[in-house]
């Protein structure tokens, strides 16, 4: 007898016939498939939230920062030349693929309302920065175009500086802040953002037009960088070559010589960071994968366990006819099916705890479904593995002594 | 009734069977030859170790002879392969055993499809043949019980039901009565004595009790790997009788208990 229905039928019947034991073989199998979904969908919905977290911080974001100075063979770091200026902002706002553009200039001050006062990192950036950023309001506004033609002294505050000047808790928008001693309108507060990838606490920040800044407290006509975001993450390399060379062109920049600015995008962390959480998801599926082939180790025992304990029927079988492939086509589809029907349960088990740690723990999880697909086929090779051993032990028996055996 | 000559189902000659045990080697079956006609019901007696258990597992083709022959329904099958064995098992044999060896919690119907799963049947048709067969020994109306619902008679019963469905050249019924008491014994001698003499089915039965053997047409008597007698048993309306080959080692046919 060779058909696989009729091998399928013995299988089903003879699992049927022992349902307890049939229950428990499985049980490794659904833990193992349910250990493997859950964990991998948590590894997974951790590395989708930093991956988020980073798309937050612009991983379509080109800085654009001036080069080095080099004078008389000594070279200045990065930024010790001042060659960029709003204008190479403007020039690069109108190319394809760039979604928006901002000059930042940076600098450190002292900042005072009322009794209070707190040094912070002031901003002067374009009204664009929030859009780059993504980064919402939490009240007011954010300060427009005109507010920048006139280089008017109005600030948009970061949730740390609220804290600080305000303690008491008064609303901030309509006072008067002064920053190195120049007065500033308060128009808006920025929404929490809390710390960066490297601990640095965004929100302590004050937000001014860029030309007030340039103006009033650094006198200068440069600016400290440009930041450029891409539409898509996917033109990002074409944005940040096209900004090259535009800004080669506008600084006179001769092809072969060192450019006086720096180009760089925030991809290189976002796919470090990435390959860290798929690294945590390996190393997750592999401590679950573990428990898969506890499970397989059970099916094989109990297997083991059922054919002595089914030695007679097996003699009977042969004395009836059955060929030695059957028996072992038997007994192999017999773990197959055992660790097949207990993949599928544990996906169900698994997806309904991926639900519950997303629901209590509220944890991120994703459930990915190259894992779902590969922990059946897993679990039907650990079938076949494990099965294999048990069901050539049973198709070598001696019918006679089988038949005799008590 | 019987065309003699071709209608051999089992034909030994010279048939060694030697067990190699290591350090000694122990002769169960010394050259034996037997001749087994359609039709017949052969009782094969002897003390333990006389060797009658492995003749029938070589005729039942468990297991190969070490040497001689052997031909089943014309065929020699002395040296066969497991799965060739097991495809004659399949189609041309039918076993009886003392344990029944019924498969548990599988209900009696199952039990008696089971070699035609193996043989190949399709499920309707297998079904109707094991109703079939079923009726035929009277346990139709157990098809759906389990073993351990049924007495040890019908258990037997259903077993010899199981033996039949793929109409067997031979049925070999190892101590099939071993387990159960008299009255019930007889029930079952009963039926194998209808099987043989109204479907001319031929049996050859192994047991070591005489009551038993006396149901048969024809008791084979082994002691130590030589068959020792040949008996021919005659009964009102059965079968003419039939002269045997005896064993080169064995005594002369002896007739006794003419009825």
Same mark, same amino acid.
């Given at each position: 007898?060779?058909?696989?229905?009729?091998?399928?039928?013995? @299988?089903?019947?003879?699992?049927?016939?022992?349902?307890?034991?049939?229950l428990l073989t499985m049980l490794g199998i659904v833990i193992g498939v349910a250990a493997v979904i859950v964990t991998v969908a948590i590894g997974s919905g951790a590395r989708q939230s930093?991956?988020?977290?980073?798309?937050?911080?612009?991983?379509?974001?080109?800085?654009?920062?001036?080069?080095?100075?080099?004078?008389?063979? @000594? %070279?200045?770091?990065?930024?010790?030349?001042?060659?960029?200026?709003?204008?190479?902002?403007?020039?690069?706002?109108?190319?394809?693929?760039?979604?928006?553009?901002?000059?930042?200039?940076?600098? %450190?001050?002292?900042?005072?309302?009322?009794?209070?006062?707190?040094?912070?990192?002031?901003?002067?950036?374009?009204?664009?920065?929030?859009?780059?950023?993504?980064?919402?309001?939490?009240?007011?506004?954010?300060?427009?175009?005109?507010?920048?033609? $006139?280089?008017?002294?109005?600030?948009?505050?970061?949730?740390?500086?609220?804290?600080? !000047?305000?303690?008491?808790?008064?609303?901030?928008?309509?006072?008067?802040?002064?920053?190195?001693?120049?007065?500033?309108?308060?128009?808006?507060?920025?929404?929490?953002?809390?710390?960066?990838?490297?601990?640095?606490?965004?929100?302590?920040?004050?937000?001014?037009?860029?030309?007030? +800044?340039?103006?009033?407290?650094?006198?200068?006509?440069?600016?400290?960088?440009?930041?450029?975001?891409? !539409?898509?993450?996917?033109?990002?390399? @074409?944005?940040?070559?096209?900004?090259?060379?535009? !800004?080669?062109?506008?600084?006179?920049?001769? @092809?072969?010589?060192?450019?006086?600015?720096?180009?760089?995008?925030?991809? $290189?962390?976002?796919?470090?960071?990435?390959?860290?959480g798929a690294?945590m998801e390996f190393l997750l599926a592999g401590v679950a994968a573990v428990s898969l082939i506890v499970g397989g180790?059970g099916i *094989?025992?109990?297997? *083991?366990?059922?054919?002595?304990?089914?030695?007679?029927?097996?003699? !009977?079988?042969?004395?009836?006819?059955?060929?030695? +492939?059957?028996?072992?086509?038997?007994?192999?589809?017999?773990?197959?099916v055992l660790s097949s029907i207990g993949g599928v349960i544990g996906i169900v088990f698994g997806f309904i705890g991926t639900m519950l740690v997303a629901a209590l723990a509220k944890w991120p999880t994703q459930i990915p479904f190259g894992w779902v697909i590969a922990s059946v086929l897993f679990s039907g090779l650990v079938g076949?593995?494990?099965?294999?051993?048990?069901?050539?032990? +049973?198709?070598?028996?001696?019918?006679?002594?089988?038949?005799?055996?008590? | 009734?019987?065309?003699?000559?071709? =209608?051999?189902?089992?034909?030994?000659?010279?048939?060694?069977?030697?067990? =190699?045990?290591?350090?000694?080697?122990?002769?169960?079956?010394?050259?034996?030859?037997?001749?087994?006609?359609?039709?017949?019901?052969?009782?094969?007696?002897?003390?333990?170790?006389?060797?009658?258990?492995?003749?029938?597992?070589?005729?039942?083709?468990?297991?190969?002879?070490?040497?001689?022959?052997?031909?089943?329904?014309?065929?020699?099958?002395?040296?066969? =392969?497991?799965?060739?064995?097991?495809?004659?098992?399949?189609?041309?044999?039918?076993?009886?055993?003392?344990?029944?060896?019924?498969?548990?919690?599988?209900?009696?119907?199952?039990?008696?499809?089971?070699?035609?799963?193996?043989?190949?049947?399709?499920?309707?048709?297998?079904?109707?043949?094991? #109703?079939?067969?079923?009726?035929?020994?009277?346990?139709?109306?157990?098809?759906?019980?389990?073993?351990?619902?049924?007495?040890?008679?019908?258990?037997?019963?259903?077993?010899?039901?199981?033996?039949?469905?793929?109409?067997?050249?031979?049925?070999?019924? =190892?101590?099939?009565?071993?387990?159960?008491?008299?009255?019930?014994?007889?029930?079952?001698?009963?039926?194998?004595?209808?099987?043989?003499?109204?479907?001319? #089915?031929?049996?050859?039965?192994?047991?070591?009790?005489?009551?038993?053997?006396?149901?048969?047409?024809?008791?084979?008597?082994?002691?130590?790997?030589?068959?020792?007698?040949?008996?021919?048993?005659?009964?009102?309306?059965?079968?003419?009788?039939?002269?045997?080959?005896?064993?080169?080692?064995?005594?002369?046919?002896?007739?006794?208990?003419?009825?």
């Open positions: 007898m060779s058909d696989f229905k009729g091998i399928l039928r013995l @299988a089903l019947q003879a699992l049927v016939r022992n349902k307890a034991r049939s930093v991956q988020n977290s980073i798309n937050a911080l612009g991983s379509n974001m080109i800085v654009v920062q001036p080069g080095s100075l080099n004078s008389g063979g @000594a %070279r200045g770091g990065f930024g010790s030349a001042s060659t960029l200026t709003p204008d190479d902002g403007m020039a690069l706002a109108h190319l394809p693929g760039v979604a928006a553009v901002t000059p930042t200039v940076t600098v %450190r001050a002292q900042v005072v309302a009322n009794d209070n006062n707190w040094q912070t990192q002031i901003n002067g950036v374009a009204p664009t920065y929030t859009q780059i950023r993504s980064w919402p309001m939490a009240s007011g506004t954010m300060f427009g175009q005109s507010d920048i033609a $006139s280089s008017a002294k109005v600030a948009v505050l970061g949730q740390t500086v609220v804290g600080q !000047l305000f303690p008491g808790g008064q609303n901030p928008i309509g006072q008067t802040i002064l920053i190195r001693n120049v007065p500033f309108t308060v128009i808006g507060t920025l929404a929490p953002l809390g710390q960066s990838g490297i601990g640095q606490d965004q929100d302590d920040t004050v937000l001014i037009p860029y030309s007030s +800044a340039m103006q009033r407290l650094t006198g200068l006509s440069t600016v400290n960088s440009i930041m450029v975001s891409a !539409l898509t993450a996917d033109q990002v390399s @074409a944005v940040q070559s096209e900004v090259t060379s535009i !800004l080669e062109q506008r600084h006179h920049i001769p @092809a072969g010589q060192t450019d006086d600015f720096q180009v760089r995008n925030l991809q $290189s962390i976002a796919a470090a960071a990435s390959s860290t690294v180790i *094989m025992n109990i297997m *083991m366990v059922s054919v002595t304990e089914r030695t007679r029927e097996i003699g !009977l079988r042969m004395s009836v006819g059955a060929r030695a +492939a059957t028996i072992l086509n038997q007994f192999l589809t017999e773990s197959v076949v593995f494990f099965g294999y051993y048990p069901a050539k032990k +049973a198709s070598n028996l001696n019918p006679i002594e089988a038949l005799r055996f008590e | 009734m019987q065309n003699r000559g071709d =209608d051999l189902v089992v034909k030994v000659r010279d048939l060694r069977k030697v067990y =190699d045990l290591g350090d000694s080697q122990v002769v169960a079956l010394a050259g034996i030859d037997l001749d087994i006609h359609h039709g017949e019901f052969l009782a094969v007696m002897g003390p333990s170790g006389s060797g009658k258990s492995t003749f029938m597992q070589i005729t039942g083709l468990l297991d190969n002879p070490t040497s001689g022959s052997y031909w089943f329904e014309g065929t020699d099958v002395s040296h066969l =392969d497991r799965d060739a064995r097991a495809d004659i098992r399949s189609r041309r044999l039918g076993f009886v055993f003392q344990a029944y060896n019924l498969l548990p919690r599988t209900s009696a119907l199952e039990n008696v499809e089971l070699p035609m799963v193996y043989a190949g049947i399709p499920a309707e048709e297998r079904r109707r043949i094991a #109703i079939e067969k079923m009726k035929l020994v009277g346990v139709d109306q157990l098809a759906d019980h389990a073993p351990n619902q049924m007495s040890g008679g019908q258990q037997q019963r259903v077993a010899i039901a199981r033996s039949l469905v793929n109409n067997p050249g031979l049925i070999l019924a =190892d101590e099939p009565t071993g387990a159960l008491d008299t009255k019930t014994s007889e029930d079952v001698m009963r039926i194998f004595t209808e099987l043989n003499e109204e479907q001319c #089915i031929t049996i050859m039965l192994v047991t070591h009790e005489p009551d038993i053997a006396a149901h048969a047409k024809r008791i084979v008597t082994f002691r130590d790997g030589h068959v020792v007698s040949d008996t021919l048993r005659l009964r009102r309306f059965a079968p003419p009788l039939r002269m045997t080959r005896v064993g080169r080692f064995a005594p002369p046919l002896r007739m006794t208990k003419w009825r």
